[in-house]
Structure formats: C-alpha cells, structure tokens
C-alpha cells in the first residue's frame, strides 16, 4: 500500500488505535457511519444520559440494562453472523474476525448501547487476561476455633467482637485487618496466608459482620478498635508478635495499630493505602471519583437535595443515622452501591450485589460515614506525620497499590513512601508495588499476587534458620527501599517468575 491515500489511511487509524475514535470514511470506499466501541453507530451515544431516580436505577447504569432493549432509534444494528460487512467502511478487528455472541450473563454491546449507557461486558475490553503465572488464593479451609469477645460495657455500646482462628494451630501468629469500616470478614480471607505456616486470627470489627451490636455507632472509634486489637492478640492469639495484615481501611488501622504498638508488629502487609485525610475522602465522596465513573457517581449524588451537596458526607451522615429505617436504608444502598460499583478496574456485578444484603449495607455505610464525619478522630495526616512514621520504620513492609485505584487513589500510597523514605531508616524495610493494571479490590490479579507474594515471603521472619531456608528462594526480592515501576515489579529488584515462590505453592482458587 503506498501513496497519499494509503498515508492517509494509516495516520487514520493509528489516531484511532490511541483515541478510541472511528476513523474518517474512506473515500475510495464511500461513506459509513462511525462506530462505537459496542458496534453500534455514534449518533446512539449523542443521546442525553438519563438520571437514575431509584437504586434499582442505580443498578441498571452498573451494566445492567436489560438485553431486549435495541439500539436507539435511528442508530444503525450492530453486525451480526448474517451482517458480517456492516461496518466495512471502518477498518476494526472485528470486522475482520467473525463476531461472537456474548456470554449468556452479559449484557449483549447493542443494548447497553441502545440504553445509552456503558457497556460493562468483557466483550468490551481490549486488554488480555490475567497472566497464567499469577498466583492466586489458598485453599479454603474452615476455623479451627471460633469465639466472642466482649469489648465495651452496655453504656458504651455492649460491643462483642466475633473472631476466628484458623490455619496451623500454634503456628506464626498474624492477623487480618478487614476494610470498611465496617465491611465484615468472609471465609476467603483465611485465604491469604499459608495455612501450614500461619496461625491466621481474623475478626469482624465493631458493629460489623457477626459482631453484635449490628451498625452500632457508639464507642466505635479508631481507637476503640486499636485496643480491640490488643486485646485480640492477648488473650485469644496469645501472641507476643505477629504479622498485621490489612487492605482499604485495613492499612489505615494497621499504621494506627503498629504505630501505638510498633514492639507488637513483625511485619506489615498493606493494600490500597488509605490514611483518612480530608482530601483522599474528598476525593472520592464528593468530587474526583465522579470524572471517571460519572454514571455510577450520579444517581449516588443526586439522592442528596442540591442545597445539601456542599458536603455530601454530611448529607448522608445525617440521613445513615435517621431515625427513619426506610431513610437509613434508602441512604445506605446508594452509598455502598457507589463504592461496590467503583473499587475495581472492571465493574464486578456481583461484587455490586453484595449491597443485596440491608444488614451488610446498614453496617458498612452507617460505619464509615460516622468515621468519615469524625475524621477517623485524629489529626488530619496523623498517620503520615515523621514522628509517627519513624515509630515504624523498622518494620518490614509490603506496599501493594493499584494504579487505578479510584477508592484510595495511588497518591496516598506514594506519599507513604516519601514518608518512609525520609525516615532515619531510609525506606531500607519497605518494598512498594504499583500494579499498573488494576484497580481498589485485593482479589484484582495483579493485587492478588503481590499480597501473596508478601505472605509467603513474611513467612521467614521468626521461623528457625532452615525454615527459613525451606520457605525463601534464594532469588527472593530482598525488602528494601524501592521505587514503584509500571511492570508491577519493585525497582532495582528481579522480575518474579514461580521459581521465586515457596515449593508448596497454593493452588487456583476454585
């Protein structure tokens, strides 16, 4: 192909491959109509988006628009097996490749097309999946012990905490920090550490998950839970140090913790860093989040009155902690669909639908709005302060963050660095991972690997010197200072391939 017409061509559709936009009708071919990602024609997507009044509707603009409804009136029909050359005007991949019918559980690209909303179906995506070599869950298992706790007298709330052991009874002592607050546990989060090295404690924090009182708000503090903590590993681990293990909200109770408790810490694995500043709510409540996931942030926006809005949290702090149920309800299924909906780098339905559930919904929105409200009750950047830094530098740490991450954006992770790396210990504990293809969630591939990574690793501190040896290669990453790099990988160190994982690898989650 030579000439200024094929010139032309390519310049065409090499814009198009970094912009996402249909190249310009070819002359020698004649017009056709630009074409969407979803197959169907540009004018469907020149339609105003409509306000979702319901979070059935709030659903719906979460991919979930039903598969009768066609294309917009006047769009031209996507290909189908008996229209394979429809779009021959628009030189695509598709057309080139016979087209195939969508998975039975995903909406067909026409219809979300037709609904004017987007199209969630991995038929949508032009990445690949998942590298095979990724490593992923434990097994399940189940607890080999289960308990209660009770933590607060009735005039402070009558709280009881509901706690777990599992794994190797009287193995190495670590805990699990569960995000929110307020989100619970669940039976995969045993699933994080090596059940034949690791004695794993994990509990559902104040009013959350099989703790009673449900959603109960009095004497739930940051505070409160730190010492919850302390009395966790005192009198049910019966441990003088262990691993401190959390994600989201989990690493903002992790500093907390290690930083009131740095003799009790002997490792810290840390996920979508979260410190409770002002600005990182902000960012996601009330305006940032809402430039990429506009769809899901209005309906969560609009159940506010407009004269409200200045200050969203409040507004639905007000409403989560109504003495109205119905208002309680209403308020809490939009704000925990809006981060459901959000905390992954693919919309995940059936994350979404976990909302489903009003008592989960009534703990973890009433939960975090009253320690958002409050600010966690601390200073603003109290976790990030040197003073508090320095309290904690010694420890080894993992640092795991998505680098789309709109829930806890990168940022808060990266100012954790700098913050370590101008400590006395000079970050020399710290090795920090930027996952460049991923969003909030822990079980997100390449966040999934890093944490485990992590665990495994961790797994020769305060084991025997041939323990040790039996469970770190000698190509092992070495906890160390580093800087993020976009391969995943920390900088200055190796690429990880399976040999620099323990022999007794754990299998794919099923």
Not at 288 to 313: C, K, L, M, N, V
Not at 410 to 435: C, H, M, P
Request: hydrophobic share 35%; aromatic share 8%; charged share 20%.
């Amino acid at each position: 192909m030579s000439g200024p017409n094929a010139l032309a061509k390519f310049k065409n559709r090499l814009s198009r491959s970094f912009s996402g936009k249909a190249p310009a009708s070819d002359p020698a071919k004649g017009s056709a109509p630009a074409t969407t990602t979803n197959g169907s024609s540009a004018t469907a997507t020149n339609q105003p988006t409509p306000a979702p009044s319901s979070t059935e509707a709030a659903a719906q603009s979460a991919g979930a628009a039903s598969s009768t409804t066609g294309p917009a009136p006047g769009s031209a029909s996507a290909p189908t097996p008996t229209q394979p050359n429809a779009n021959k005007g628009a030189a695509t991949a598709s057309s080139r490749s016979p087209p195939q019918a969508p998975p039975k559980d995903e909406t067909p690209p026409e219809a979300a097309a037709g609904a004017h909303l987007p199209n969630y179906s991995s038929s949508a995506r032009s990445l690949s999946g998942a590298r095979s070599k990724l490593r992923t869950l434990y097994p399940a298992i189940e607890p080999y012990k289960t308990g209660t706790l009770k933590v607060s007298s009735e005039a402070e709330g009558n709280h009881e905490i509901y706690w777990e052991l599992s794994g190797k009874e009287g193995g190495y002592p670590v805990v699990f920090l569960h995000g929110g607050p307020g989100g619970g546990c669940s039976e995969d989060d045993r699933r994080w550490f090596d059940p034949k090295h690791y004695q794993i404690l994990t509990f559902d924090q104040r009013g959350s998950g099989k703790s009673t009182p449900a959603a109960e708000l009095t004497a739930n503090t940051t505070w409160h839970l730190v010492d919850d903590i302390e009395r966790l590993r005192t009198e049910v681990a019966r441990a003088d140090k262990w691993h401190v293990f959390g994600g989201s909200w989990g690493s903002t109770l992790s500093l907390a913790y290690a930083q009131k408790h740095p003799q009790r810490v002997s490792a810290l694995i840390l996920r979508g860093i979260f410190t409770l500043r002002r600005a990182e709510l902000l960012f996601f409540y009330q305006e940032g989040t809402s430039y990429i996931w506009p769809e899901q942030h209005q309906p969560y926006f609009e159940h506010i009155p407009a004269a409200e809005r200045g200050d969203i949290i409040e507004a639905y702090y007000k409403r989560l902690t109504s003495d109205d149920p119905d208002v309680r309800l209403a308020a809490a299924r939009r704000w925990s669909t809006f981060e459901n909906a959000t905390s992954k780098l693919y919309l995940d339905q059936q994350h979404i639908k976990r909302g489903d559930d009003d008592k989960w919904t009534l703990q973890f929105a009433r939960i975090e709005s009253h320690f958002f409200q409050h600010g966690g009750w601390m200073d603003d950047g109290e976790l990030l302060k040197p003073s508090n830094i320095a309290k904690i530098a010694h420890i080894p740490t993992v640092v795991v963050q998505g680098r789309y991450d709109v829930v806890c954006p990168a940022k808060t992770a990266w100012d954790l660095r700098n913050a370590w790396l101008q400590s006395a210990e000079g970050g020399r504990k710290l090795e920090f991972f930027i996952v460049p293809d991923a969003g909030h969630a822990s079980k997100e591939p390449g966040i999934m690997d890093k944490l485990l990574y992590a665990t495994d690793k961790f797994r020769a501190i305060g084991a025997t010197p041939a323990a040790a040896a039996a469970t770190s290669s000698s190509t092992d990453v070495p906890i160390a200072a580093t800087a993020a790099t976009d391969n995943g990988t920390a900088a200055g160190a190796p690429a990880e391939s399976s040999a620099d994982r323990s022999p007794a690898a754990p299998v794919a989650a099923q």
